[in-house]
């Protein structure tokens, strides 16, 4: 009896095991307990949750689930009549897998804890496997009957007896069964000859065997997270990992006492195993190091090569056969004492959860930005951490206390009261208008939504509303306009300030963070499952809650391996993330919506600190910078603020114009945020930007410009100066350029930076004349004419209708083209009858400009194309 697996604690992988002593023990590494949890009952199995957020354990007749790492107890998932035997999530961590001795199967619903289906099977359930698309579940009687279930029917798709051996009803033997992680493409059960029949998925038709190592029944199975390998344990002590490209076993080792159960380490090259003893086995690099690694990602490995060592009738088990000795011994934890006896080192940290079975990276579970993890009883922790100020929570007897700060106390005319909270907020986020509250469902109360603002002309502003029993809150969000929640169904709800429910949209996945600016929300959520490379499948969606308009949906660009870690809006709106590799990026409208790297801590960090972000503008990333091993701020004394210079990763920027060139993309960037933000309000009647902000971004980033155009000319590079001429977005900026051309004495290119403007001042022409064209009157129709006369005049006699004409209908005079001497100081002394030649006045050394009252903005891609509307002045 007993289990093991793997929970992602704090950022670091931790094993999580239990039995016969009914201690729960969560284990740093093999020296440190974090926590041990007391259940006051014998434990006969474990489940880890995929999210690394809920432990399940098995006793004689309930189900029950902890919280980790705290080990507080969340709920009872369900109970049986006897002793359960068997607990499995799937692959997402929505459902729960219970069986026992009795004859039933209980599938739980962890959205509202209740058993949605009951599959009848014969008893004493003794093997347990989701596949990995959480179609199938596969199942294993004392009896030797084999199923396989479809979850979605509850139907019996395969059912064989004899297939699988028999097994001790009063003993503590196992069947082992396993999926293949590449999709479930093989089902590995044990076999009545002390072998391991696999399955091909659908048919279930026997692909091949694996035997001749295994003296008596196998008790357990479990395939490497990259399915390379399999590792399996029997009655016979006996531990095999089997080469899955040559169906041969790589390692053997002999232990003292049967396992029943294994756990591959998420990341690393460690196998962990949990014995009927209740002792616990670490094997350090048990795959040799001249093979992939059992965690390395498919795609990056050579597989079509020759595998060394290993051939179709060669014997590697001379070679590696003791090259574990003593390998039972790297650590072994009595599950009574729980004393580790070895110095062997752990393995890898990876950011992805496993249990016994596991084989892919887990989808990460959902964030709350800027707030930090619960700790133990009486501590306080943020709640949420903004530019304008915060939430902590402290946890006391029977309710916790709820603080509200202002950074800038002058901004509230009264200090918020501190709150008694009876419901246990466990969500919140603030805005400068109010704070918004989400707690789960407890015994006395259903979940609970709450906004409470700071400020309210009107009496009884606050608000709540209780949640359905099938919903509970995941992350929250709170803007200046508007508020929204994020429920377990991938249910995304809006509300207004005064609590008036707006909209209710299901979202594609599950929802991961949301974030509100204005009147703008950011969503990400669940695409798929995540790669085998251990990156996260996460999309990105910006709702406009103003227009009920939908500004974007892309793939959310995160560092490989990355999660999400926070979310949120610079300043003027430009929706900003920042992942678990310390990567901040912002997004930014062009190529339909894209990402821009504008922070990496790589490049910043000292002594190994970490940033973690409260807040982003512009130009620069507002953070608390905390020390080594300490991944969050304190409550107490209450942190500083650091502000740090965003920088885009160009290449050079060792160069004199790298810093140049790192400031113009970020300028780049929000001016075309700008322009979007401007385009979105040209229809609306509210307040929005306006075109003189999108001015203003076109003269910052013409200024930047202008600055490097001037570093190429002095460098002698034409063609570069050239090219970032075109990109200059405002005409007195490109007559700045061609006054430096001027200067450094380049009439070539001058006469092409008049060619550029030339083409403007004709785009610019055409745009006028169309423009006069469409608001010309249209002539009235002849029945209009008709209806104004007055009725007692007499009929008209018949005559052809009067045609409309203009008052002149002489053809405009020509306007002939601007000639590159007029801006070269070398106008023909004959003078020019271009009326807009007449504007000029002279720049300086007898050199003449141009003043136009409207200026069209250029093009950076193509400087002759038709510049935006929404660009003019």
């Known amino acids: 009896m007993g289990g093991i697996g793997y929970a992602v604690i704090d950022g670091k992988q931790s094993l999580v095991t239990c039995g016969a002593s009914g201690t729960i023990r969560i284990s740093k590494d093999v020296k440190t ?90 008893p004493y359930i003794r093997g347990l496997a989701y596949d990995p698309d959480s179609s199938y579940l596969a199942t ?62 659908l048919s279930w038709d026997e692909a091949f065997v694996l035997k001749g190592t295994h003296a008596a029944a196998v008790n357990v199975i479990a395939f490497s997270p990259n399915g390379l390998y399999m590792a399996s344990a029997g009655r016979d002590k006996k531990l095999v990992v089997w080469d899955m490209t040559t169906k041969k076993p790589l390692v053997e080792q002999m232990g003292a006492q049967p396992m029943t159960a294994l756990a591959w380490q998420p990341g690393g090259n460690c196998l962990a195993g949990f014995s009927e003893a209740g002792e616990t086995s670490c094997w350090q690099n048990i795959i040799p190091g001249d093979k992939p690694s059992p965690s390395a990602a498919l795609d990056t490995l050579d597989l079509a090569a020759p595998i ?3 051939t179709a009738d060669g014997d590697t088990k001379d070679k590696h056969e003791g090259s574990m000795d003593n390998s039972m011994e790297d650590f072994i934890e009595d599950d009574v004492n729980g004393d580790f006896t070895s110095d062997a080192p752990g393995g890898k940290p990876l950011v992805a959860a496993g249990r016994a079975s596991s084989y892919l990276p887990r989808p990460q579970g959902p964030i709350q930005p800027a707030s930090t993890p619960a700790g133990g009883p009486g ?85 709540s509303l209780p949640l359905p029993e099938t919903e509970r809150p995941m992350c929250l969000a709170a803007g200046r306009f508007l508020l929204a929640l994020a429920t377990s169904t991938s249910t995304l709800r809006l509300f207004s300030l005064a609590g008036i429910q707006t909209n209710v949209m299901s979202m594609p996945g599950p929802v991961v963070a949301i974030a509100a600016h204005e009147h703008l929300l950011a969503v990400v959520w669940h695409a798929g499952m995540p790669f085998a490379s251990g990156s996260q499948c996460l999309h990105f969606s910006l709702l406009d809650a103003a227009d009920q308009t939908q500004l974007g949906t892309e793939g959310l660009g995160l560092s490989p391996g990355a999660t999400l870690a926070w979310m949120g809006f610079t300043d003027d709106g430009v929706p900003a993330t920042y992942d678990s590799k310390g990567v901040m990026r912002l997004r930014i409208p062009d190529f339909g919506g894209s990402w821009m790297i504008v922070f990496d801590s790589a490049a910043e960090q000292k002594n190994k600190e970490s940033f973690w972000p409260v807040a982003i503008t512009r130009q620069a990333l507002l953070c608390i910078i905390c020390r080594e091993h300490t991944p969050h701020p304190a409550v107490s004394p209450r942190p500083t603020m650091s502000r740090i210079n965003l920088h885009v990763p160009v290449l050079g920027a060792a160069e004199a114009t790298g810093p140049l ?37 076109e003269t910052e980033a013409d200024r930047v410009l202008l600055r490097l155009f ?53 785009l610019e022409t055409a745009e006028e ?79 003449t400009s141009t003043s136009f009252a409207k200026r069209p903005a250029g093009n950076a891609a193509n400087p002759f194309a038709r510049p935006p509307k929404s660009q003019k002045s």
């Open 308 to 310: 060394q060592g290993n």
């Open 33 to 122: 307990d974090i926590k041990s949890i007391d259940t006051n009952c014998p434990l006969e199995c474990l489940a880890v949750s995929p999210l690394s957020d809920v432990v399940v354990v098995g006793d004689k007749q309930y189900v029950k689930s902890y919280k980790l790492p705290s080990g507080e107890f969340v709920s009872m998932a369900t109970r049986f009549p006897m002793p359960v035997r068997q607990l499995a999530f799937s692959p997402s961590g929505s459902t729960l897998a219970a069986a026992g001795d009795d004859e039933t199967i209980k599938l739980v619903s962890l959205a509202n804890e209740k058993v949605f289906r009951t599959l009848r099977t014969t």
């Open 661 to 697: 060139e790192d400031q113009q993309l970020l300028l780049s960037a929000s001016l075309s945020h700008v322009r979007e933000a401007a385009s979105r309000s040209a229809g609306s009647t509210g307040v929005g930007t306006s075109m003189a902000d999108v001015q203003l971004a």
């Open 710 to 762: 001037q570093a190429a000319l002095k460098a002698n590079r034409l063609l570069r100066a050239y090219e970032l001429a075109t990109r200059l977005h405002l005409m007195r900026s490109l007559e700045g350029s061609l006054k430096l051309a001027n200067h450094h004495q380049v009439p070539a290119l001058a006469e092409r930076i008049t060619a550029v403007i030339d083409a403007r001042l004709a």
């Open 379 to 463: 501590s306080r922790r943020w709640m949420a951490y903004t530019l304008q100020g915060c939430i902590s929570t402290q946890e006391a007897d029977g309710y916790n206390t709820v603080e509200v700060a202002f950074h800038d106390t002058s901004r509230s005319r009264k200090r918020i009261p501190v709150l008694n909270d009876f419901y246990r907020f466990h969500l919140a986020s603030m805005s400068e208008k109010g704070a918004l509250y989400a707690s789960n469902a407890s015994p006395d109360s259903p979940a609970m939504l709450v906004y409470r603002p700071f400020e309210a002309w009107a009496p009884n502003s606050d608000w």
């Open 769 to 847: 004349m169309a423009l006069a064209d469409d608001e010309m009157p249209e002539p009235p129709s002849s029945q209009a004419r008709h209806e104004e006369e007055p009725a007692d005049l007499p009929a008209a006699s018949p005559s052809p209708p009067p045609r409309w004409e203009p008052v002149s209908s002489a053809p405009a005079p020509a306007r002939p083209p601007l000639s590159a001497n007029t801006f070269l100081g070398r106008q023909s002394a004959g003078g020019s009858s271009n009326p807009a030649e007449a504007k000029r006045a002279p720049l300086s050394g007898g050199s």
């Open 140 to 201: 294993a009687s004392a009896d030797g009957h084999l199923q396989v279930w479809d979850i979605a029917t509850g139907k019996a798709m395969l059912s064989r007896r004899r297939n699988t051996p028999k097994i001790d009803v009063a003993g503590p033997g196992r069947c082992g069964l396993a999926w293949h992680p590449d999709g479930g493409s093989l089902l590995a059960a044990a076999g009545t000859e002390n072998d391991i029949v696999c399955l091909e998925r």
